[in-house]
């Protein structure tokens, strides 16, 4: 390593091992930052609006304002060879793959452990200078804790929309170190959101675009609502240092809880329904008794060609037709996917099905769960038969079945997020899943499966893909939280026209 190259010292200055010494190390740490961010002009005009929560712009450095206050830092670090071994430093770490609802990347493992001489210096001019900066410049009250790891987004990489809330987090920031000509339409942009009457994020009003040497950062607040949009490059790697500034972060309002999703009593219907929707071979006592078998032993079952072919194919003709039509459901923070507003006349018909009294008693013969107030099926006849027969062996009591649902619409972008406030972790739960349209759907290459876990644990539980004409049952408790992963531009590149979005009926049933 070149100690006059890059601290002003002579090569006599050097210790026995080669490295620079402490003094040249600090010296060159502290010429790192961009020169034109210690002016005192620039600081003093900059310091002006930061506290004034004004819009600012001068040689490319930005206060946004809005939705909340954000700013950016071109040029951050000065000396561009060091820019250049720093990333070749950076690029020979060992990174973790992360993956779970909110987000897909690699990560290094904290950077206060790097032993990696650019690394250092990087950890000296972020936990001092640049700490230094951010009090006086920004009047900010700040300790010395300070978390660095290095992100590297690829194809399909993506962090979901979150407020950065964490223990003792007040600032957040993030250093690029991309390739040069980065654009929009390379993905990886920090989208920022603005928020409803509700403080939950709505919609995004800012899209700030990856640059080489560039430093974002944004006080954690309550309505911090970001996210890193999905990496679009096939051949471009988003490199970044990022991190947080520890102090005493504001006071929160209470979380914002959604209100229970409207749940109504099985309707009247006809048994007879039954037979005109759902392949006979889930009506036969056998089958039934079989499939009980293997949901009470794994309190999931998985039925395949549910519905009669005729009928399948009139749901998806309908499902994919002018006359349904969908809305966003929000907030980004939860979930992102499309709902049904109106309905062709034979979805109608399904979902009065699936919230029907006979579809509550089908339920009961396949879990064993009370679901209905008649008696389980019979070792005899089928379970139709039994139930308006009044046949079976034993009764239960049960005591408040009802339901809630809806046809969604998932394609590229969809997702829903694990949140402490989900309303839907209020009792146990049997979550059913009718999917259409996914002919062609890979779930491993694509996402849009179905992931359930417990609580406070990394361990999937288990995972339901999307399979065309398929029920999927799953009984959960409190602690089992579920998500669906994030669907990727893969679902764009990789499936036919007509299969880069599939659908399912979401029912939810309780006892």
């Given at each position: 390593?070149?100690?006059?190259?890059?601290?002003?010292?002579?090569?006599?200055?050097?210790?026995?091992?080669?490295?620079?010494?402490?003094?040249?190390?600090?010296?060159?740490?502290?010429?790192?930052?961009?020169?034109?961010?210690t002016k005192e002009g620039?600081?003093?005009?900059?310091?002006?609006?930061?506290?004034?929560?004004?819009?600012?712009?001068?040689?490319?450095?930005?206060?946004?304002?809005?939705?909340?206050?954000?700013?950016?830092?071109?040029?951050?670090?000065?000396?561009?060879?060091?820019?250049?071994?720093?990333?070749?430093?950076?690029?020979?770490?060992?990174?973790?793959?992360?993956?779970?609802?909110?987000?897909?990347?690699?990560?290094s493992n904290d950077l206060?452990?790097?032993?990696?001489?650019?690394?250092?210096?990087?950890?000296?001019?972020?936990?001092?200078?640049?700490?230094?900066?951010?009090?006086?410049?920004?009047?900010?009250?700040?300790?010395?804790?300070?978390?660095?790891?290095?992100?590297?987004?690829?194809?399909?990489?993506?962090?979901?929309?979150?407020?950065?809330?964490?223990?003792?987090?007040?600032?957040?920031?993030?250093?690029?170190?991309?390739?040069?000509?980065?654009?929009?339409?390379?993905?990886?942009?920090?989208?920022?959101?603005?928020?409803?009457?509700?403080?939950?994020?709505?919609?995004?009003?800012?899209?700030?675009?990856?640059?080489?040497?560039?430093?974002?950062?944004?006080?954690?607040?309550?309505?911090?609502?970001?996210?890193?949009?999905?990496?679009?490059?096939?051949?471009?790697?988003?490199?970044?240092?990022?991190g947080w500034f520890h102090?005493?972060?504001?006071?929160?309002?209470?979380?914002?809880?959604?209100?229970?999703?409207?749940?109504?009593?099985?309707?009247?219907?006809?048994?007879?329904?039954?037979?005109?929707?759902?392949?006979?071979?889930?009506?036969?006592?056998?089958?039934?008794?079989?499939?009980?078998?293997?949901?009470?032993?794994?309190?999931?079952?998985?039925?395949?060609?549910?519905?009669?072919?005729?009928?399948?194919?009139?749901?998806?003709?309908?499902?994919?037709?002018?006359?349904?039509?969908?809305?966003?459901?929000?907030?980004?923070?939860?979930?992102?996917?499309?709902?049904?507003?109106?309905?062709?006349?034979?979805?109608?018909?399904?979902?009065?099905?699936?919230?029907?009294?006979?579809?509550?008693?089908?339920?009961?013969?396949?879990?064993?769960?009370?679901?209905?107030?008649?008696?389980?099926?019979?070792?005899?006849?089928?379970?139709?038969?039994?139930?308006?027969?009044?046949?079976?062996?034993?009764?239960?009591?049960?005591?408040?079945?009802?339901?809630?649902?809806?046809?969604?619409?998932?394609?590229?972008?969809?997702?829903?997020?694990?949140?402490?406030?989900?309303?839907?972790?209020?009792?146990?739960?049997?979550?059913?899943?009718?999917?259409?349209?996914?002919?062609?759907?890979?779930?491993?290459?694509?996402?849009?499966?179905?992931?359930?876990?417990?609580?406070?644990?990394?361990?999937?539980?288990?995972?339901?893909?999307?399979?065309?004409?398929?029920?999927?049952?799953?009984?959960?408790?409190?602690?089992?939280?579920?998500?669906?992963?994030?669907?990727?531009?893969?679902?764009?590149?990789?499936?036919?026209?007509?299969?880069?979005?599939?659908?399912?009926?979401?029912?939810?049933?309780?006892?």
């Open positions: 390593m070149d100690c006059e190259k890059y601290a002003g010292s002579k090569p006599n200055e050097a210790n026995d091992s080669g490295d620079c010494p402490i003094k040249a190390k600090k010296r060159r740490a502290g010429s790192l930052l961009g020169k034109y961010l620039f600081k003093e005009r900059f310091s002006n609006a930061f506290r004034g929560n004004k819009y600012f712009k001068e040689n490319d450095a930005i206060i946004h304002d809005k939705p909340f206050k954000c700013c950016v830092l071109p040029n951050f670090i000065e000396n561009e060879s060091y820019l250049l071994e720093l990333k070749e430093e950076l690029m020979k770490l060992d990174f973790n793959q992360k993956s779970v609802d909110l987000y897909k990347f690699q990560q206060k452990t790097s032993p990696s001489y650019n690394i250092t210096l990087l950890r000296d001019l972020i936990y001092q200078d640049f700490r230094k900066w951010l009090q006086e410049t920004c009047d900010m009250k700040l300790t010395d804790q300070v978390d660095l790891s290095c992100a590297k987004y690829e194809y399909t990489d993506v962090l979901l929309c979150h407020d950065d809330e964490l223990e003792g987090r007040v600032v957040a920031f993030i250093l690029y170190l991309v390739p040069p000509g980065w654009q929009e339409c390379d993905g990886g942009s920090l989208d920022l959101f603005d928020v409803d009457e509700h403080g939950q994020p709505d919609k995004i009003v800012k899209k700030l675009v990856p640059e080489w040497n560039s430093l974002s950062f944004f006080e954690v607040s309550p309505i911090s609502f970001h996210q890193v949009a999905e990496v679009l490059s096939q051949d471009k790697t988003r490199l970044s240092i990022s102090g005493s972060p504001p006071e929160r309002p209470m979380p914002y809880k959604e209100p229970c999703n409207p749940t109504i009593s099985p309707m009247p219907l006809e048994d007879e329904h039954l037979v005109k929707w759902v392949n006979p071979i889930y009506l036969d006592q056998g089958v039934v008794t079989e499939i009980r078998g293997r949901f009470e032993d794994e309190s999931e079952v998985e039925l395949q060609d549910f519905l009669l072919d005729d009928k399948y194919t009139e749901v998806l003709e309908a499902l994919r037709s002018e006359k349904t039509t969908w809305s966003h459901r929000g907030p980004a923070n939860k979930r992102c996917y499309e709902t049904a507003d109106s309905l062709p006349e034979v979805l109608c018909e399904l979902q009065k099905l699936l919230k029907s009294l006979p579809m509550f008693k089908l339920l009961r013969t396949f879990t064993g769960l009370d679901l209905a107030d008649t008696p389980l099926t019979s070792n005899e006849g089928s379970p139709t038969q039994a139930a308006q027969d009044g046949t079976g062996a034993g009764t239960s009591s049960p005591g408040n079945p009802r339901c809630h649902g809806e046809a969604r619409r998932w394609s590229h972008g969809s997702y829903t997020l694990v949140h402490d406030t989900d309303p839907e972790r209020a009792e146990f739960a049997l979550d059913i899943m009718l999917y259409c349209g996914c002919e062609d759907w890979d779930s491993d290459k694509f996402g849009g499966y179905t992931s359930y876990l417990v609580s406070g644990e990394d361990e999937e539980l288990l995972s339901v893909s999307p399979f065309a004409n398929s029920l999927a049952l799953v009984y959960r408790d409190m602690e089992t939280l579920k998500f669906v992963k994030h669907v990727n531009h893969k679902s764009v590149k990789g499936a036919s026209s007509s299969s880069q979005s599939f659908y399912d009926f979401h029912m939810v049933y309780y006892e």
